[in-house]
Every structure is written in C-alpha cells, then in structure tokens.
C-alpha cells in the first residue's frame, strides 16, 4: 500500500525567503505526482504535475523534483510572498487508473 | 476558465438522516473522483468514474454510501443514514482520463458536511 509523508508539517518563513517542501513516498511504481495548494475552508488548486518520466517541472516562482528510485518529491517556492500561505499538498498516482494517494500536508505561513 | 462545481458547499444534518452531495466535472473529461477530506488530513479516495461505470469504490462504506454517475456527466454521492464520523469536507474531481501519466486531476471547491 502507498504511503505518502509530508515534512515538516508545519512551517513558518518570513517574506522574501525561499523554501523547500518535502514529500517521501513508500511505492516507487508510480505514474505521476501531483503538487496542490488547499487555503482553509477550501478546495485544492493543481500547481504542478510531474510525469514519471520526468525530473522536474517549474511554474513561475515553484519547481518540483521527483526522484523516484529514492521515493522522493520537493517543492521549492522562491521568494515567498504572504499569499503563497496555505496547506501544500503532495499526491502519487498510481495503478492502472492513476489512483492518487495524499499526504497529510505541510502548513505554510508566510510572513510580513 | 472551466470549473468543477459542487453544490451544496456546507451541509448541516443530524445523524441518522439522509443527506446527498452533486458534483458537475469539467466539460468533457471522463474521469470522475470523490474524496472525503477529514480535518488535518489528506483526501481519501472514496469512488471513481470513468464515463458511467465505477473503476474503484474499494474505499466506500458501501453499507451508508452509493454513488452514481447515470449518464456520464454530473454525479451524486449519498449518505443515508449519517453518523457523527462522517463530518468531514467532500471533495469532487476531474480529468480527462487515466492510464498512463499524463492526467491531472482538477477539484472542486467542496461540500463542508456537519453531522450533530
């Protein structure tokens, strides 16, 4: 069964600092990677999707890494802003059906 | 720009009611998921579509829960009857299919369900 594992849990960075989210996931046999953005009380927003024949994708101020013989994933948001606060999500799709397995998530607080 | 829509977005019912959720996908994509959300947690998988028919429903309490997705298109998840542990955010999703590693999967914005 995947697992997936988000750390830290929670992170709290003044404005202006880049940062690195961690995902680890147990089963290298995945199809993809998703990255989401979940604000309180909210739904969640794609950022990126990393292909698993891919290393990395970036959407301006974000890129994430996926290393999948490590079972790893990294999203790094550069020069944070207080409105990049909010609960960043991790996914693995896996199986036939590209089934999509969460983290818990990490807390980002950004700020001023 | 295309949205998946959800209505209602909070529901407040007692335990041992009735209570149903509808989910209208992006227009033209095939595959249809819902998630339950607990607070502080991840989405769990509970039911996907792909057009009318059920690809996964390992994880839906099949005693309290159906799903159904008739014509293709929009969705409806029930519960009946609700308990406590069933409060939790219900989340809807889309994509253009599955197979191989290049769907990504859009989300609607949630039904916040309170069961008391």
């Known amino acids: 069964k995947q697992e997936v594992t988000q750390i830290p849990a929670a992170l709290s960075v003044p404005e202006g600092e880049n940062l690195v989210l961690n995902c680890s996931f147990t089963d290298s046999a995945i199809y993809n990677l998703q990255w989401f953005r979940q604000d309180p009380g909210k739904g969640l927003t794609s950022l990126l999707l990393?292909?698993?024949?891919?290393r990395e994708q970036t959407s301006g101020r974000l890129n994430a890494s996926l290393d999948k013989s490590s079972g790893r994933s990294t999203l790094y948001i550069a020069a944070s802003q207080p409105g990049d606060s909010a609960t960043y999500l991790c996914a693995v799709g896996t199986g036939t059906a590209s089934k999509l397995t969460f983290g818990t998530g990490t807390r980002l607080q950004v700020t001023l | 720009e295309a949205e998946v829509a959800q209505s209602p977005r909070y529901k407040i019912t007692e335990k041992s009611q009735a209570v149903a959720f509808w989910c209208d996908p992006i227009?033209?994509?095939?595959?249809l998921y819902w998630y339950r959300q607990i607070l502080g947690q991840g989405p769990e998988l509970l039911v996907q579509?792909?057009?009318?028919?059920?690809v996964d429903d390992s994880q839906l309490p099949k005693d309290r829960f159906s799903a159904e997705r008739l014509k293709g298109v929009d969705s409806t998840l029930k519960i009946q009857p609700a308990e406590l542990g069933d409060s939790a955010m219900y989340l809807c999703?889309?994509?253009w299919g599955t197979g191989g590693n290049t769907y990504e999967q859009y989300f609607g914005p949630g039904t916040r369900l309170t069961v008391t």
């Open positions: 579509f792909q057009d009318e028919s059920v």
């Open positions: 990393i292909q698993s024949s891919q």
């Open positions: 999703a889309s994509s």
């Open positions: 227009s033209g994509h095939a595959t």
